[in-house]
T-cell receptor, first 115, second 112 residues
Framework: GAGVSQSPSNKVTEKGKDVELRCDPI?????LYWYRQSLGQGLEFLIY????????KSGLPSDRFSAERTGGSVSTLTIQRTQQEDSAVYLC?????????????FGEGSWLTVV | GNSVTQMEGPVTLSEEAFLTINCTYT??????LFWYVQYPGEGLQLLLK?????DKGSNKGFEATYRKETTSFHLEKGSVQVSDSAVYFC???????????FGAGTRLFVKA
């Protein structure tokens, strides 16, 4: 697609429910990243994919968080048993690959509110 | 580890004022440096970048020079406009690294 597409754009969920956030990267981009932006905070790195592989999952906040990518394209971030502190904007980004000079392109984010 | 430190906001300026947003970094290698901007209600987008020492990135009247000796990448604009009101993020990506590390962001308000 023309840009990074994320869905849903807004999600309100009850504490304890599971949520899935979807990211569709720019066509041809092999690297995909998930970040979290809490209110008034900077960007917290969660996980990245090179192709379908996620070599480093240490940025995920807890074992309630998981992510997968299939076909080298769409990625899903899943949060199980959501807590109020999970409320944030979840940003997905992609780049051609992980080379240092490559620009990463962000989607508009999925705003998650846990009530 | 690698990190980015940028000046705290908010920064409030009048239209046509000179803007500087300071950014310094810590990195083990030779990183690429970026400024991203987030306009109200929009996603982050790249503003400018520099991939090696002494490079100057520029876009939309904004400039930043990669200073290895001072490990800095300060953002400047000679004359800001109301439409420049946004949050600005300094970021780095180290050689051989896989993630882009962001500063906390600096909110800029420009008054007419």
């Amino acid at each position: 697609g023309a840009g990074v597409s994320q869905s849903p754009s807004n999600k309100v969920t009850e504490k304890g429910k599971d949520v899935e956030l979807r990211c569709d990267p720019i066509s041809g981009h092999t690297a995909l990243y998930w970040y979290r932006q809490s209110l008034g905070q900077g960007l917290e790195f969660l996980i990245y994919f090179q192709g379908n592989s996620a070599p480093d999952k240490s940025g995920l906040p807890s074992d309630r968080f998981s992510a997968e990518r299939t076909g080298g394209s769409v990625s899903t971030l899943t949060i199980q048993r959501t807590q109020q502190e999970d409320s944030a904007v979840y940003l997905c980004a992609s780049s051609l690959d992980v080379a240092s000079g490559n620009t990463i392109y962000f989607g508009e984010g999925s705003w998650l509110t846990v009530v | 580890g690698n990190s980015v430190t940028q000046m705290e906001g908010p920064v409030t300026l009048s239209e046509e004022a000179f803007l500087t947003i300071n950014c310094t970094y810590t990195a083990t290698g030779y990183p690429s440096l970026f400024w991203y901007v987030q306009y109200p209600g929009e996603g982050l987008q790249l503003l400018l970048k520099a991939t090696k020492a002494d490079d100057k990135g520029s876009n939309k009247g904004f400039e930043a020079t990669y200073r290895k000796e001072t490990t800095s990448f300060h953002l400047e604009k000679g004359s800001v406009q109301v439409s420049d009101s946004a949050v600005y993020f300094c970021a780095l990506k180290d050689t051989g690294g896989f993630k882009t590390i962001f500063g906390a962001g600096t909110r800029l308000f420009v008054k007419a």
